[in-house]
């Protein structure tokens, strides 16, 4: 079941249970299985297994009980889409091979709307990331990453070749991101992305813009994405509200 040797077990483990819980497949206060029964599930020690579900505890998700077990927190709410996570991070723990090309990494002066988002000052220094990612050999999606220098200058190049890049703050740095303000609009490929995505200048884009924070609320990361309209859809579980003075819906 664990597919990617590059991520740790544990990590993959934590993915797996917080889809499931997220997802409404465990319910809130359901039991989780044993140590035993995880270790054997996922042909993994114990310690590992503690490991998944200390990252699963931390963030609130699961309850342990001292001789009892361990149980899906009572407050959890499940939903299905707008993960911090993302598509990447899913299509490489189910297998599918993924892989990125860095097209610049270097350091330049914020743009101000990267200021603003990041909380940066008038000629802050930010790490611009600018890559291609690839599923099964194609191209996905074009991204622009900026990073704050305290946290840039931790980054390397090759750390990005695997991995993507909230992975890389989690499991290197030790940054946990917990929430993001994103926005999500319809635009169209230009001249310089239509190559680099394999489509015509003019063909359909999803544009995506997120600002990632951590534990702390802190901004650690602004990034803008381009997909191919062709291989990415956006889902969203909605409820319908009324109040004195209108119907809508809203997202849960």
């Known amino acids: 079941m664990l597919k990617d040797k590059a991520i740790p077990l544990y990590y993959q483990i934590e993915t797996i249970l917080r889809r499931k819980i997220l997802s409404g497949e465990l319910q809130p206060l359901a039991p989780i299985p044993t140590e035993d029964a995880l270790a054997q599930e996922f042909d993994v020690s114990r310690i590992t297994i503690r490991q998944a579900l200390g990252l699963l505890e931390k963030d609130g ?4 009980q001292r001789g009892k077990g361990t149980f899906v927190s009572e407050g959890v709410k499940a939903f299905e889409s707008a993960k911090l996570t993302g598509s990447m991070e899913d299509l490489i723990l189910i297998g599918v091979q993924t892989s990125t090309k860095i097209l610049d990494f270097s350091w330049s002066e914020a743009p101000q709307s990267v200021r603003e988002r990041l909380g940066l ?3 802050s220094q930010v ?3 600018e890559k291609i990612r690839l599923v099964e050999s194609s191209p996905f999606s074009y991204v622009i990453n900026y990073l704050p220098q305290k ?5 390397k190049p090759e750390d990005l070749t695997a991995k993507p890049l909230l992975m890389v703050m989690e499991e290197n740095l030790g940054i946990r991101p917990d929430e993001a303000d994103q926005t999500i609009e319809a635009t169209i490929a230009d001249a310089h992305v239509a190559p680099l995505l394999d489509i015509r200048v003019g063909d359909p884009l999803l544009k995506v813009e997120r600002t990632v924070f951590d534990m702390k609320s802190r901004p650690v990361e602004c990034v ?3 997909y191919r309209a062709d291989k990415y859809f956006f889902n969203v579980k909605l409820k319908r509200t009324r109040s004195k003075n209108s119907i809508g819906w809203r997202a849960v």
């Open 61 to 64: 998700l699961v309850t342990r």
């Open 121 to 123: 000052g008038e000629e």
């Open 127 to 129: 790490l611009r990331i």
């Open 151 to 155: 946290i840039g200058q931790k980054i």
């Open 224 to 226: 803008f994405v381009l």
